[in-house]
């Protein structure tokens, strides 16, 4: 998956989250927060994941970033 295929992947996950639960702006943030671990640690278990794997690099998540302020 690209950078800006998992930022649009994250920001559309994060847009459910918020369009379902817009009274309450402490639980969108921790929902949104929990989501992103979520993300991260679906990510570091995946099985036999070899260290160059795009997605383990600090380099890829800094472009996903980078991706998210585009949007």
Do not use: G
Not at 29 to 51: R, T
């Amino acid at each position: 998956m690209t950078p800006k295929e998992k930022a649009e992947q994250l920001f559309n996950k994060m847009d459910m989250i918020i369009h379902t639960d817009q009274d309450n702006w402490k639980s969108q943030c921790i929902k949104c927060a929990m989501a992103a671990v979520d993300e991260v640690i679906s990510i570091l278990s995946m099985p036999n994941m070899p260290k160059y794997y795009p997605i383990a690099t600090d380099e890829y998540w800094q472009e996903v970033k980078e991706e998210l302020e585009k949007l």
